[in-house]
């Protein structure tokens, strides 16, 4: 093997073992930690969450005083993610065990754990029972991915600090004061992020993406008061609630018709799903003489990419108005 193939070989594979055993740390704080450090007792609450922009919250508000672990970390998909070797044992380490629910997390062998644990909390649950109404539907499906307006998000700080008080009651002042600033760190986003949108033209606020994980974002950032109960006809996607790679022909059509109407000259890919639908879109539209293109950047969706939740939503406000703006 040659020097610079060694070189390479030795790079990929350090950086494969660093994945590996970093897997479940939080990309943001910089608190690397082995998942052996995690399954350590050190006095502080062990908090799994299912997915990181729980995990997020639960750090910005457990500060020091807990040690969080993410299960489905990096570029998975939770919703079709399956309990694997290991995962047990944090099940049973963790003294609270944090999900979204709302069908989520839909895995059989997952759903049935996170349900039945008698530490577990579902978020979804908890701002679906406070705020039923602002829980939205496509064809009778709830629609899972809450965190995609800040807003609603925010709801989920008050039942994690809840949570933490309770296991924690030394900690209780400490957790709802960073709850407080963490709410108004996100109120402030949240208004900057429909400032960020709105600065788009109205008639060219349409998003396309892989699939059906924006229809919160477009109810908050992308319409318009006026729009009333017409905002879902600023988003389209060719996948689903879960993203399942199936693309039937009339789904092809169904999207190119929405893309002529709107005049959309962009479609959007989403970090962690498979590229292929919005490809074959943009192929067939091509074809038709639609002068279309996928976005050079990803959006983050299901994932949350290397940032916190915040600046995953920033991110996606951003990537999303310089596109659109400049296919004025
Ligand atoms: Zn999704």
Known sequence: MKKWCLKIFGTLLIGSILLGVFAGCSGKTGRAKRFGEWMEPNGKVKVLSTIAQIGDLVEEIGGDRIDGWVLIHGDLDPHSYELVKGDDEKFSRADLIIYNGLGLEHGASISSNLENHPKSLSIGEEIQKASPQKILHKKRSVDPHIWMDISLWKEAVDPIADRLSQIDPAGQEIYYQRADQLKNKMDEAHRELFATLHRIPPEKRYLVTSHDAFHYFTKSYLADPSDGDTWMERFAAPEGLAPDGQLNPNDIAEIISFLKKKKIT???????????????????????????????????????GKGGYLDMMKHNGEVISRYLEENR
């Open 266 to 304: 962009v479609l959007f890919p989403e970090s962690n799903v498979s590229r292929d639908s919005i490809k074959k879109i943009v192929s067939a539209g091509r074809e038709m003489g639609l002068e279309i293109s996928i976005c050079s950047e990803v959006l983050y969706g299901d994932a949350m």
